[in-house]
């Protein structure tokens, strides 16, 4: 078998590959195609966003509700997870509450 690599003759190769997303947990099938991890706009009703490079919780805030202050609803929503308030991480992934 050491024909050269243009002689190679995959006539014979069969696949067996199937489909298995119906087995698959509901989560599993989940669509994302539409997310995205930045958002440009106020947050109506709760979004999970991904934290960026350079951001904090007074941008994040600034982002979602145009109002730096309001960083605290951001922290109180994530006391799960955020220990401290510089403490969050390139790709964390934070509640972002409704707007109040």
Known sequence: MNKEKSELDFADVHGSVQATIAAMPPAAKADV???????NSVADEATIYAVAA???????????YGDAEAWKQIFDANRDQLV?????????????????
């Open 54 to 64: 350079g951001d904090n919780l007074s941008k994040i805030a600034k982002k979602f």
């Open 84 to 100: 401290e308030l510089d403490g969050i991480k390139i790709g964390q992934m934070l509640k972002i509450p409704a707007k109040s």
């Open 33 to 39: 195609s539409d997310a995205q991890s930045h958002s």
